[in-house]
């Protein structure tokens, strides 16, 4: 049956994008603005490489904490993910996120189908000084990236097809909603004023509590304490990671800008700041200082900054990332990994970091740093509106991402098994699930 539908999904794309001509519309769809800066431009198609990395980057991540025998398997998680979304992306997903809004919870898909109007000649009315699919192209990026972050929960011992089909589902009906409701100007959480430079709901929170249904869902590994199979490929990673997350902040003032420069220097110190809190709480707490735990803390401040970094000065960037850290840190030793388990601690660091920098957003927004902001600044300046914005926010992506998450785990899981069986989970995935081995 697997065969018979591969080869449809095939066929189809094959015959759709042979004859797109005769059955797609040529003509673009208007843009407010299309006077293109050539600097904007350059920085932003950069910005988009930047960002393509940081999946590779994630892969090398997950990859050096797992088993030796889980490796590859893992690795190759992240690099579907590259694969997959961007066929998906192309074809529908796109315009399910920032196509014409439907109730401001998701766009219509029709007139983006297979990027149908998505040309180098209009722009995206937020984005008027680089090419509509420039645009497109840069938030295919954060969109690959989201159900790579999630695949640490349940690393060595999903089946590798079952992550596909739940990975399209997942792009469809969680993380396209959410960049609608949150980056489209008609979004619910656009409109009521929510503020997310880059991604602190839409990629952070979403994986984030993903990860731990599928970690719920899919119970427990046979044997739940193993040796990193290579703690320099977590370094290797880190460093990756730490690289794109540049595009992905910086890129996301969407132009060649002081806001870009503004959102390097937030996510440069709070990086920093957050490996130093984590490794001093390890210190403090009777722990070694590790590489491990200094290349944790280093993403989680990465996370936590995400959703702020065009919106908070330096000083408090620090705040932020050394805060996330402590608070991610003490999540993830009082977890209970006994009863759950989330391998590579997924939500205490993408999760529970993306919701600190959600709220902390609230607290230091201030429109000196960004005009955007408006009166509704953080609540340090007095000013409560903005934070109890984020409040709301959080909460309901918080549950509309774990309990939509859980039904997609429960629904795939009715269509192919989720979870390879107990002989192949101790022959290990990169065996039983590619034939390969390192």
């Known amino acids: 049956m697997r065969k018979i539908i591969l080869s449809v999904i095939l066929i189809t794309i094959l015959v759709l994008t042979f004859v797109s001509n005769f059955i797609l519309s040529d003509s673009p769809i208007p843009a ?25 980057g994630l892969g090398f991540f997950y990859g050096g904490m797992v088993g030796k025998k889980n490796v590859i398997s893992t690795m190759l998680q992240s690099f579907m993910a590259m694969v997959i979304v961007t066929i998906l992306w192309v074809i529908v997903a796109f ?32 984005a008027p000084t680089i090419p509509f699919m420039l645009f497109a192209l840069f938030q295919a990026k954060f969109a690959i990236i989201t ?11 999903v089946r590798f097809w079952a992550y596909l089909l739940f990975m399209v589902l997942f792009i ?59 703690i320099t490929y977590v370094l290797l990673g880190t460093g990756l990671l730490w690289f794109g997350w540049f595009g992905f902040n910086a890129g996301s003032a969407l132009g060649s800008n002081g806001l870009a420069v503004q959102a390097l220097g937030t996510t440069t110190v709070a990086a920093a700041a957050a490996a130093m809190a984590w490794v001093f709480l390890d210190k403090i707490i009777g722990h070694k200082l590790s590489a491990l735990g200094a290349c944790i803390g280093a ?9 702020a970094a065009g919106f908070v000065s330096i000083p408090h960037a620090i705040f932020i990332g050394a805060f996330a850290a402590i608070v991610s840190n003490l999540v993830v030793s009082k977890f209970p990994k006994g009863k759950i388990d989330d391998a590579l601690d997924v939500f205490a660091c993408h999760g529970v970091g993306g919701m600190v920098g959600m709220l902390l ?24 509106t903005l934070f109890i914005n984020q409040l709301i926010a959080l909460v309901a992506v918080s549950i509309f991402a774990f309990v939509g998450s859980y039904i997609l785990f429960f ?24 034939g390969e081995f390192l």
């Open 411 to 434: 629904v795939v899981n009715k269509i192919t098994p989720l979870r390879v069986t107990e002989e192949k989970e101790e022959l290990g995935l990169d065996i039983s699930q590619h």
């Open 172 to 230: 469809l009906f969680i993380y396209a909603p959410l960049a609608h409701m949150t980056w489209h100007p008609d979004g619910v959480f656009f409109k009521m004023g929510v503020l997310d430079f880059a991604g602190g709901t839409v990629v952070h929170m979403s994986a984030g509590w993903a990860a731990l249904a599928g970690a719920i869902f899919l119970g427990k590994r046979k044997i739940q304490k193993v040796n990193p199979a290579r």
């Open 95 to 126: 315009g399910l996120a920032f196509g014409p809004t439907i109730g401001g919870i998701i766009g219509n898909p029709l007139p983006n189908l297979f990027f149908q109007g998505v040309g180098t000649s209009t722009a995206w009315s937020l």
């Open 361 to 384: 957003t609230g607290v230091f927004a201030s429109k000196a740093i960004n005009p955007a902001v408006g009166d509704n600044q953080g609540l340090i300046f007095g000013t409560p």
């Open 299 to 307: 993403v989680v401040g990465l996370v936590a900054i995400t959703p």
């Open 32 to 56: 407010e603005a299309v006077k293109f800066d050539t600097g904007d431009t350059a920085w932003m198609i950069v910005a988009t490489a930047f960002v393509l990395l940081m999946t590779p």
């Open 147 to 157: 159900p790579a972050l999630i695949t640490g929960a349940f690393a060595e011992r």
